[in-house]
């Protein structure tokens, strides 16, 4: 919790080679929009080079939330979301 923004930060590792869907549960009211960074690659062995300075980057899209919602994640990901508090 960013006390700050009053932003809840949830953060999900997906390893797996295949997209998951992961269900988010919060037991407080929560924004119907959330900002979701994703960090991911082609494969395991993808990183950036000289060469190809972008073939790993994160990027930031919005995504559809409640204080209950399912959220589907890219294969080899790390995922940030932060989403608002109401009240």
Excluded: W
């Excluded at 700050?4 to 009211?29: F, G, M, P, R």
């Excluded at 980057?57 to 589907?72: C, E, L």
Aim: charged share 30%; net charge negative.
């Amino acid at each position: 919790m960013d006390e700050q923004t009053q932003e809840c930060i949830i953060k999900i590792v997906n390893i797996s080679e295949e997209e998951t869907d992961v269900h988010v549960a919060l037991d407080v009211d929560a924004a119907k929009e959330a900002e979701m960074t994703i960090l991911t690659g082609d494969s395991y062995d993808a990183k950036n080079s000289f060469e190809n300075k972008e073939c790993v980057v994160p990027y930031t899209t919005k995504i559809a939330t409640s204080s209950d919602y399912v959220v589907t994640m890219k294969p080899r990901s790390v995922n940030i979301i932060r989403q608002k508090i109401c009240g």
